[in-house]
């Protein structure tokens, strides 16, 4: 069985990774799979072990990172993320082409270990765009928001450290092209 593709799709906040991501997943002829994370948080009611999340302890978490045993991690309010390199490695063994939806400190760290993973980063159409999606969701406080642009520029200047850029203008085109690029590298 030929070895899946280890996918790294990245972009700055905002810029709709997770929407694009939901719509790869809708092809099924892309053969992808979703890799799960691993956090010291507490599990919150409707979530899973091993669906949502794999959930250990703060202490099993620095184990892992000194066993090497993350592809990437990094610590954020209080409590440790990571993505588990046996999980990654099961499902590229089982042939599948494994999408990590992350940000970009953590696509770099998996870039510096996976040189072959094929990387994919999504620029907004402007920045004037972005900070526009950024308002619309109308969930963080100001000093949040420029915050988060403030990040978003200097995600901006990485992209150059990505295989493929892709505009994320309309969700739909930016699928398609992703799309093609997957295949092409398949």
């Known amino acids: 069985m030929k070895k899946g593709l280890l996918i790294i799709l990245s972009g700055p906040s905002g810029v709709g990774k997770g929407t694009v991501r939901q719509e790869l997943f809708k092809d099924q002829s892309l053969n ?33 990172i000194e066993n090497d045993e993350l592809l990437e991690y990094a610590k954020f309010v209080g409590n440790y993320y990571g993505t588990p390199r046996f999980y990654v490695e099961q499902l590229l ?3 599948k082409n494994v999408v990590l939806e992350i940000e970009v400190q953590g696509a770099l760290q998996v870039m510096r270990k996976c040189p072959q993973a094929l990387t994919i980063f999504l620029v907004p159409p402007s920045f ?18 420029k915050e988060r642009l403030d990040k978003a520029r200097k995600e901006i200047a990485t992209k150059d450290e990505y295989k493929y850029v892709v505009e994320n203008d309309d969700v739909l085109a930016a699928k398609e092209q992703i799309s093609r690029i997957i295949r092409e590298n398949a």
Do not use: C, H, W
Not at 43 to 63: A, H, I, K, M, W
Not at 129 to 145: F, S, W
């Open 93 to 95: 063994n089982e042939g």
């Open 128 to 145: 004037e765009e972005l900070e526009r999606r950024i308002r619309g969701r109308r969930t963080e406080a100001e000093d949040v928001v």
């Open 32 to 64: 992808l799979a979703y890799s799960i994370s691993m956090t010291t948080r507490k599990p919150r009611p409707t979530e899973q072990e091993g669906v949502d999340y794999f959930f250990v302890s703060e202490t099993e978490f620095l184990n892992k």
